[in-house]
């Protein structure tokens, strides 16, 4: 038998970013016993990196903006296969959450009447983005933390779940361990939130941080939900790329909204050459059409650097491709240009971005009031995840709910900037808020002893493995390597099959992998749990990708270059088959309501 | 390659030791990315805390040859190679494993600080009106990432260790910032004096000296909320030590 430790809560929250605070604080709002558990300190969860902005069409800056232009931003953005009714609850929610900030401490910058101040930002009509310079996640995550705490929430700070535990149908519990001592912990529960984040290190070059291995996206999978939309991967086009230690890391797109431009070796204004079709009539032709535009001129539409992410990654993969890259193998950012233009202008730009300044000072000796970066895509984001039904957020398991990134629908095939931080606090307070609700009339429900003796087991076997195994570390680094080279931004079918066969081998390794030391803190143990995370969703964006024969949003395949309506008309889905061999299959898009399709024409 | 050599302290509650380890060297390198290879190459079980990477999430606090200082932005190139570089956790807490230490004091500390009460709406929609002017002085405190490198210096905590009497600097930012807030309501000045020993810092500036995002946090929070809780709680000795400062 083995030890641990038993909590019990009406609520479990897995995950502590803007998700999982917002579902936490609503569910104890709820009246019922919330418990919230964390892989790191709380206030260190993905979200506090968030730079640029929070969407939501408070109509502040751009009185033209209403949460149907918004949705419809959103729709556009995501190639139609988002779940359109979480993209018009999003769109119709997010002002109302954004306020709530406010009333609980949050402080934006401020329009000159004293009203929160909203950016330009990629794929968004208006300026939409309410923020704080450019560390807007900080201040959403530090706001919901610290209105957080007083709320009576049970806090369980550096545990990570292993696996739910369940009783016949539905979740009753989760079990894991803490970081500290090693010790396991079981909890109980009648309702289950997850909100775990991201998969980003899957990949190699990625501005996510070792949290983002797929967790809640495959604690659902195990426990028979259906995952959605695996194949759409965000890569963001401006990672910083030199040096090599800081590649991957974020460059907010809010260079790009404050009139940062994208150059090649010649110095061209590449963005120019491409301007996808359903996006011609919002973007500027010439030069000074787009800097007016980021400089608030109404009449003037937007430069293409601001067109989605998906567009704009492969516009700078083909220039590197052309042999029209910066020297290590990038593009150029420039805003230091806007020096010619703006009184000021190198103190403008600090002010603007502060963050930025000092990243590229700090880590690459580069002053960017000065000089252009040297920029690359970066894996940033999964649109897929646990499906939700829009209104509840509720799985396809009873009591398991999702929210944040780790669920999957408002964004379709591409996030746009800033829906993510809207996302989580709208979605989040839905999950909370139905998560109570269904804890309330739930039945009790027996936790059965063999999961959990299953489950401790399989926690410890790298231990007896010992130093012997294989290296965690070294097969994490072999699986990111691999996903980056055949399932990255540019795919075909022969690449994502040998991905494929890849896996099964490394998953044996994953088996082998032993660690040395003891339970406490112990770093390398932790990273030989969390392999199964990662392969299970690499194994799930590769089965996925080759099951979309088309190219859509993030998704783009080599082999299939354009867009194919016939796959337009449906998602894909994962989940484990029998046998626990992953399934795949397709899912019809539900037709969507007079009024929304009415508003997508209006839109056009 | 170049390598260096990196003397890591290793060790727990119990006790601990310095242990040398030698890595490659590559350009632009930070000290928390030697401390990964070190982890994933010849010590795995090495204990670090980490998440951005990029000097957002405060949570890679060390001493770096005897600085506080994010190991993430850290440039291998500031520190002399020549020399092992020695990295111990921040000494003030109580070490947990290695590079890790018990920071829960500070989780407890800030929630002792009475929440956000704002005014009733300006408007009928049930928002606010602030200008920028006077947003930026509190934007400045929010700034704080929380990695707790002003508490590990100040010398209140990490020589006297007054734990239960005095917040610390970060938690006095804190304070400041909702003081200051310019929709707030509450009034935090007899907790700081009484529960929250403002009355201890004696102005040394170690604490400003290390935040990583630059508050100035003796100037522009501790000492306007001396200022405070002497105006609003007439203390006769702290308005002569005000009068002292203030005279040229
Ligand atoms: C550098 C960067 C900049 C960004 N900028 C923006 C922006 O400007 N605007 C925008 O809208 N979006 C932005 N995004 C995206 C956005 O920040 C994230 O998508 C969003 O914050 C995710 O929030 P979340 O609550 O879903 O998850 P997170 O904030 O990532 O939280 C996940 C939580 O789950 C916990 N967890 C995970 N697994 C487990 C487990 N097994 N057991 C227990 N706990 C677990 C983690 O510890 C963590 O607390 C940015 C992302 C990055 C990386
Ligand atoms: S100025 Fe005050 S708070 Fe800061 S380190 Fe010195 S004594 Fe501590
Ligand atoms: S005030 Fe500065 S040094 Fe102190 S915790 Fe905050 S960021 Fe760190
Ligand atoms: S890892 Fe986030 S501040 Fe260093």
Redesign the pocket.
């Known amino acids: 038998m083995p030890e641990y430790q038993t909590h019990e809560h009406d609520v479990l929250v897995i995950g502590a970013g803007g998700a999982g605070l917002r579902a936490a604080i609503e569910a104890s709002a709820g009246g019922v016993s919330v418990g919230l558990v964390c892989k790191s300190l709380l206030g260190?969860a993905h979200t506090v990196m968030a730079e640029g902005g929070i969407a939501a069409a408070l109509a502040n800056v751009d009185d033209r903006d209403n949460w149907k232009v918004h949705f419809a931003d959103t729709m556009r953005g995501g190639q139609y296969v988002n779940n359109w009714r979480m993209a018009e609850l999003h769109a119709k929610e997010a002002p109302e959450r954004v306020r709530e900030l406010e009333a609980w401490g949050a402080v934006f910058d401020r329009t000159p009447d004293g009203r929160i101040l909203q950016r330009n930002f990629g794929g968004h009509r208006y300026p939409r983005l309410a923020h704080v310079g450019d560390r807007t996640g900080l201040e959403l995550i530090r706001t919901l933390q610290d209105h957080g705490i007083h709320q009576g929430i049970d806090v369980h700070m550096e545990c990570t779940i292993v696996t739910l535990l369940k009783d016949g149908g539905r979740v009753v519990g989760a079990f894991g361990y803490e970081r500290e001592r090693g010790r396991f912990k079981l909890f109980r529960a009648k309702a289950i939130v997850l909100a775990t984040g991201g998969i980003g290190r899957a990949y190699k070059i990625t501005s996510n941080?070792w949290e983002y291995t797929g967790d809640g996206h495959t604690l659902a999978y195990d426990a028979g939900a259906e995952l959605v939309d695996m194949e759409f991967v965000q890569f963001h086009p401006t990672g910083m790329i030199w040096p090599p230690s800081v590649r991957g890391i974020l460059v907010t797109e809010a260079v790009r909204g404050e009139g940062g431009v994208l150059r090649n070796s010649e110095g061209r204004r590449f963005m120019f050459d491409e301007i996808p079709e359903n996006y011609r009539t919002q973007t500027a032709d010439n030069e000074e059409e787009g800097w007016r535009y980021t400089q608030g001129d109404k009449s003037a539409r937007r430069p293409p650097e601001l067109l989605t992410r998906d567009h704009v990654s492969r516009c700078i993969m083909r220039e590197v491709k052309a042999g029209r890259g910066s020297p290590h193998g990038g593009v150029f950012l420039d805003i230091a240009w806007i020096k010619a233009r703006i009184p000021n202008g190198a103190e403008h730009i600090k002010k603007k971005l502060p963050s930025m300044y000092h990243q590229f000072k700090q880590l690459a000796d580069l002053d960017i009031t000065q000089e252009p970066m040297e920029i690359g895509p970066t894996t940033h984001y999964i649109m897929g995840g646990v499906k939700v039904d829009a209104d509840t957020q509720m799985s396809s398991v009873p009591g398991l709910f999702a929210a944040g990134e780790c669920a999957a629908g408002i964004n379709g095939a591409n996030r746009l900037g800033g829906n993510s931080l809207s996302d989580i606090i709208v979605f989040g307070k839905r999950a909370g808020e139905f998560a109570a609700r269904f804890a309330k009339t739930a039945p009790s429900a027996a936790v059965d002893a063999r999961q959990i003796d299953e489950a401790a087991r399989t926690a410890l076997e790298p231990f007896e493995r010992g130093t012997g195994g294989e290296g965690p570390y070294q097969v994490q680094y072999a699986l990111q390597e691999m996903m980056q080279d055949l399932v990255g931004i540019v795919r075909t079918e022969s690449e994502m099959q040998r991905a494929l066969e890849g896996l099964g081998p490394l998953r044996a390794r994953a088996n082998r992998a032993g660690v040395g030391g003891h339970r406490e803190y112990n770093p390398g143990w932790h990273a030989a749990l969390d392999l199964h995370s990662l392969l299970t969703v690499s194994e799930a964006i590769a089965r996925s990708a080759i099951e979309r024969r088309e190219s859509r949003g993030g998704h783009f395949r080599d082999d299939y270059p354009n867009k194919d309506a016939s796959f337009g008309m449906f998602n894909i889905i994962v989940r484990k088959g029998r046998e626990g061999r992953m399934e795949v299959s397709r899912a019809p898009i539900p037709e969507m309501p007079d009024e929304l399709k009415r508003i997508i024409e209006e839109m056009k | 390659m170049a390598t260096a050599t990196f003397r890591i302290w290793r060790g727990d509650a119990q006790g601990g030791k310095f242990q040398d380890y030698q890595t490659g060297v590559s350009e632009g390198m930070v000290v928390?990315d030697a401390v990964h290879q070190i982890q994933a190459d010849q010590a795995n079980d090495l204990a670090v805390r980490?998440?951005?990477?990029?000097?957002?999430?405060?949570?890679?606090s060390a001493e770096v040859n005897g600085d506080p200082r994010?190991?993430?932005?850290t440039r291998l190139n500031q520190l002399d190679l020549a020399q092992p570089v020695r990295i111990e956790p921040m000494r003030a807490f109580p070490p947990i494993r290695d590079l890790v230490t018990d920071v829960l004091w500070n989780f407890g500390a800030k929630k002792s600080i009475r929440r956000f009460t704002p005014r009733p709406p300006d408007a009928p929609d049930g928002t606010w009106r602030m200008a920028q002017v006077d947003v930026e002085r509190v934007q400045e405190f929010r700034k704080c990432?929380e990695?707790f490198l002003c508490q590990d210096v100040c010398h209140v905590l990490r020589e006297h260790r007054l734990f239960d009497e005095f917040i610390g600097p970060r938690h006095l930012v804190y304070a400041a910032a909702l003081e200051m807030h310019p929709l707030d309501t509450e009034n935090r000045a007899r907790d700081l004096k009484r529960t929250h020993g403002v009355g201890y810092c004696n102005i040394t500036k170690c604490c400003t000296n290390v935040c990583?995002e630059g508050i100035t946090i003796t100037d522009n929070a501790i000492i306007p909320l001396k200022e405070r809780v002497i105006d609003q709680l007439y203390d006769p000795v702290a308005k002569l030590f005000r009068m002292l400062r203030r005279s040229p």
């Open positions: 260190k941080s | 928390l980490w998440n951005c990477k990029a000097g957002k999430c405060g949570s890679c994010l190991m993430c932005m990432i990695c990583p």
